[in-house]
Each structure stands twice: as C-alpha cells, then as structure tokens.
C-alpha cells in the first residue's frame, strides 16, 4: 500500500512565524504535491516537484516556498506565516508519467493566530 | 484557465437514498475526470474517466462522462451512513503535473 505521511495533524502558529510542513511518501514516487483545501474552493496546488530538487509553481504559490532534497520528502514552507494561511494542507504523489492518479496524505489543519 | 464545478455543493439525505451528484468542466485537452472520496483524512481514489458513455462501478457506487456534454456524474445507490464525505472532482488537461479540483460536495447521510 502506497503511504504518504505528514508530520502534524494539527499545528497552531503565529502571525510571522516560519512554518515548516513536511511529506514524507515511501513508494519511490517520483512527483510530489502540496496543496491547500478551503471550504467553497476545493483543492488548489500551491507547488510541486517532479524530481528531486525540481519545483514548479502551482496556481497559488504566493507566500509559500519548497524544498526537494530527497526524492521521498517534500517540504512546505511558510517563510512567514499570516492568518489567510490558515487551512489544511495536503501533500501527496505520483508516479512519474502518472500526474492523474495522485495519492493523498492525511493533511495538516494549520491555524495562524 | 481550465475549470470544475460541483453540484450541489452539499446534500443532506437518509439511509437508503439514491443519490446523484454532478462534476462539469471547462479544460483545454481533457485527459481525464477522477473522483476522490473524502473522510476526516486523506481523499482516496475512487475512479477515473477517459472515454465517454462507459459507466465505471464498484459496488453502490458508479460513474460515467459524457465528453460532448463535458460533465461526470457520481451514484450512489443505497446510501449507508459511512457514505458521509466530501465527494471531489477534479479534472487532468494539458497542463503539465496539474489537476483542477472542483469546490467538492458534501454529503451528509442520515441514520
């Protein structure tokens, strides 16, 4: 069964702070995701990466940054974080060839204060 | 810009109901339609649409496209409570790595 994990369920910051989200998939995918999901507005794709240390911007990539160093971990980062990022997070991944049949993880709630 | 939109936008129903919910789209080079069910965690794959007029099915639930109409539509039939969900939509076009996801709809199955 393919897994992808993320670091937390749930995480409370404040307004400024740097956040640091991590994805961590364990079936050799070479594609990775991060996207944000807001009540009314479904999921929108902030970045992804189909190769290690290879970004591309999503639709929504303002205020947010990636990192790619190893091919089975991906990071979010929120160089400083505000209140309209507040949401819930979701990594996932593909094969390569395959962008269509993405695999989920469980999603982080992020609440900025 | 390619685009989804789900309809209704949430559903309140008993046990035993058939429902119906509807995904259209707008996308440059359709590929693919895909449905994701959605709990209190990771959406997990339900089925993918290329071809127009083949219903796809798996037990309760079933799906089909209509390419010319450019919409899908989800099935369920029998409803249980373990059906409660978001229901997604999302649509691959030309371009490259992205899908568009539709808002989702929210199902609500009552006892």
């Known amino acids: 069964d393919v897994k992808v994990t993320q670091s937390s369920r749930y995480l409370v910051k404040r307004t400024g702070e740097k956040v640091f989200l991590e994805c961590v998939q364990d079936?050799?995918?070479?594609?990775m995701f991060w996207y944000r999901q807001d009540p009314g507005l479904g999921l929108r794709l902030i970045y992804f990466?189909?190769?290690?240390?290879?970004?591309e911007k999503g639709d929504i990539p303002e205020g947010y940054s990636v990192s790619r160093e190893k091919k089975e971990r991906f990071s979010l980062i929120l160089e400083s974080a505000s209140t309209n990022q507040t949401s819930m997070y979701l990594c996932?991944?593909?094969?390569?060839?395959?962008?269509?049949?993405?695999?989920f993880g469980p999603g982080t709630r992020l609440l900025v204060l | 810009e390619d685009k989804v939109v789900q309809s209704p936008l949430s559903l309140v129903v008993h046990e035993g109901d058939t429902v119906t919910l509807n995904c259209s789209y707008e996308?440059?080079?359709?590929?693919?339609l895909l449905w994701y069910k959605q709990e209190k965690k990771a959406p997990t794959f339900l089925f993918m649409l290329?071809?127009?007029?083949i219903e796809k099915k798996s037990g309760r639930l079933s799906s089909i496209l209509d390419k010319k109409e450019l919409f899908s539509i989800l099935n369920i039939t029998a409803t249980q409570t373990g059906d409660s969900a978001i229901y997604l939509c999302?649509?691959?076009?030309?371009?490259?790595?992205?899908?568009?996801f539709g808002q989702g709809t929210i199902l609500t199955v009552h006892p």
């Open positions: 290329t071809s127009s007029g």
């Open positions: 079936m050799d995918h070479e594609n």
């Open positions: 996308v440059t080079n359709f590929r693919s």
């Open positions: 999302a649509v691959w076009g030309t371009s490259y790595g992205k899908l568009t």
């Open positions: 990466s189909y190769d290690v240390k290879m970004k």
């Open positions: 996932a991944s593909s094969w390569e060839g395959r962008w269509e049949t993405q695999y």
